[in-house]
């Protein structure tokens, strides 16, 4: 089985790939104008790229590169990494499809929440890993 890591990296090279395919799609929009209505993704397109992309990345290169404990567990406790992991893609997809439902809003928001929640159990989880290097 991967590693955690792997999962973080694949997954947001996944939003890569999304990404860049809705900014070609609303490039080739632009110049060439045949679906006025796609300019909806662009909310998507962003979120896939700065959040999606750069934040997940920048997640699970942390959570390999960062100092290992000594013992069966280097890493720590996975379970909040692997809340933060789903956490980050449900607020991804949530603000990613927001423009297209009734209540953009509230997803929104809801979306936000859970990208807040990701990072925050990240950091719980490499806290005690950056403490024990530095000191």
């Keep these: 089985m991967p590693r955690l890591s792997v999962y973080l990296v694949r997954t947001a090279l996944l939003h ?15 110049g060439l104008s045949f679906w006025p ?5 662009r909310p998507a397109h962003i979120e896939l790229l700065l959040v999606g ?21 280097p890493r ?18 949530a603000l990613a499809l927001g423009p297209w439902t009734a209540r953009a809003g509230e997803l929104a928001l809801a979306g936000r ?6 990072v925050l159990l990240f ?8 403490k024990a290097a530095g000191g």
């Design 53 to 73: 992309w750069t934040v997940q990345l920048t997640l699970g290169v942390a959570y390999w590169i960062l100092p290992r404990f000594r013992g069966d567990r």
């Design 123 to 130: 950091a719980w989880n490499a806290w005690p890993r950056v």
């Design 37 to 41: 209505a796609l300019w909806r993704l």
């Design 16 to 30: 890569l790939l999304v990404g860049f395919g809705l900014g070609g799609l609303l490039l080739a929009n632009k």
């Design 113 to 118: 929440g859970a990208e807040l929640a990701a």
């Design 76 to 93: 720590g406790d996975r379970r909040p990494v692997w809340a933060a992991y789903m956490l980050l893609n449900v607020g991804v997809i």
